[in-house]
């Protein structure tokens, strides 16, 4: 009977393709607190990875891509339950997400950076992470930048972590100095360094870049935990790798990479 059932559920997955049927709605979660790339407003999943993921739908033959903006801890929970299919963009860390597997083709990749507050870096500290030791580092919840070294150190106690939702709040403790030092990824900082400036809330100079730490590629991660809940999810992979590699070669993920920036980015000031 249950072998039954599972055929019954592969043949629903097939009528898009062999009956003329309406694509399949896919349902992508994303998170909801890490702009520029992915965050949520008026409900809507907005950002460069989104942008990314909705011309990937228009590409694909037999499904469409819903995205759920969600709060990314959330996000994990319901991949490791294997209640929601996939989740858009975590870094590649099948050790620390055993639930996560497979990943997706990359569709971008991030320079993981540290940003200080300038009063703590008057002694030089070239060495990453070690001569970082005593200081108070806010990360984004969920995410874990920085190499094994660092968490190492993490877990020593000889690093103190803080975590908050997202990129403003973690740049809004560093500012107000209750935090000594923040890593994300480079262009997150930069552009919301430049909306809070353009709010008031931050001087250029408060905080400086003191090391490269890594570079990251963002995925779509995939439940390995459904127990064949959704028994579509290997074909759509491999549509959605097919649309991914093509839009790279294509150019049409550099496209949407430079208007997203040209959007956020800060309107200059004229010369006087």
């Known amino acids: 009977m249950r ?12 009528l898009p393709a062999c009956c003329g049927a309406a694509p399949l709605t896919v349902t992508i979660l994303t998170d909801n607190g890490y702009p520029p790339y992915s965050y949520e407003a008026s409900g809507q999943a907005i950002g460069i990875y989104n942008d990314i993921l909705r011309a990937a739908s228009a590409q694909l033959r037999d499904y469409r891509i819903e995205l759920r903006p969600v709060p990314w801890k959330r996000g994990l929970v319901e991949l490791e339950s294997g209640r929601a299919l996939a989740l858009s963009p975590p870094y590649y ?17 991030e320079q993981v950076v540290v940003y200080c507050r300038a009063a703590v870096m008057q ?34 106690g000889r690093i103190a972590l803080e975590e908050a939702a997202d990129v403003r709040t973690n740049l809004l403790k560093t500012i107000r100095a209750h935090l000594d030092c923040y890593l994300n990824d480079r262009l997150a900082i930069q552009l919301e360094l430049a909306r809070l400036q353009r ?8 905080l400086v870049e003191t090391a490269v730490v890594s570079e990251e590629q963002g995925y779509v991660g995939f439940t390995n935990r459904d127990g064949g809940r959704f ?10 790798n097919q649309a991914l590699a093509e839009m ?18 800060p309107p200059a000031t004229p010369p006087f």
């Open 123 to 156: 002694q030089p500290r070239p060495r990453w992470p070690d001569d970082y030791l005593g200081l108070r580092f806010g990360s984004n919840a969920g995410f874990r930048p920085g190499g094994d070294l660092f968490w190492q150190r993490v877990n020593q």
């Open 3 to 14: 072998r039954r059932s599972a055929v019954y559920r592969l043949l629903l997955a097939l």
């Open 231 to 240: 028994p579509y999810k290997q074909d759509f992979i491999r549509q959605l």
């Open 248 to 265: 790279k070669r294509s150019g049409q993920i550099d496209r949407i990479v430079e208007q997203a920036l040209q959007t956020a980015r």
């Open 199 to 206: 709010s008031g809330l931050y001087s250029p100079g408060t």
């Open 93 to 109: 860390r099948p050790r620390e997400r055993p639930y996560m597997q497979p990943y997706s083709t990359p569709m971008l990749s």
